[in-house]
Nanobody, 127 residues
Framework: DVQLQASGGGLVRAGGSLTLSCVTSGRAHDEDAIGWFHQAPGKERERVSC????????YYEDSVKGQFTISRDNVKNTINLQMNSLEPEDTAVYYCASGPASLIVSSMSTPSRYDYWGRGTLVTVSS
């Protein structure tokens, strides 16, 4: 089975930065489409960024463009999410997910499109 392990969350002050990491195992890492989602208390899980392995396209939601950067290390089987200029509204549990290589960016906003999920890592941004 494919397993994902997300880490790197924590408490940071507004304006600070964090880098989240998602380590995948159990399948060829570079075949997977990868998505990062966040879920704030009382809200639905929402995509923040994704990488489509079929097209090589990277996508960011408008709310994080210029603020977050997704990167991939196929040697370490890791997808990182660099988050800069964090604000209290970025407080959420962040999840990484993997899906089939056939996924395209336009379909990757839907959580049900993904086959595997990591446990999530909590990011708390204080004002």
């Amino acid at each position: 089975d494919v397993q994902l392990q997300a880490s790197g969350g924590g408490l940071v002050r507004a304006g600070g930065s964090l880098t989240l990491s998602c380590v995948t195992s159990g399948r060829a890492h570079d075949e997977d489409a990868i998505g990062w989602f966040h879920q704030a208390p009382g809200k639905e899980r929402e995509r923040v960024s994704c990488f489509s392995s079929s097209s090589g396209e990277v996508y960011y939601e408008d709310s994080v463009k210029g603020q977050f950067t997704i990167s991939r290390d196929n040697v370490k089987n890791t997808i990182n999410l660099q988050m800069n200029s964090l604000e209290p509204e970025d407080t959420a549990v962040y999840y990484c997910a993997s899906g089939p290589a056939s996924l395209i960016v336009s379909s990757m906003s839907t959580p049900s499109r993904y086959d595997y999920w990591g446990r999530g890592t909590l990011v708390t941004v204080s004002s």
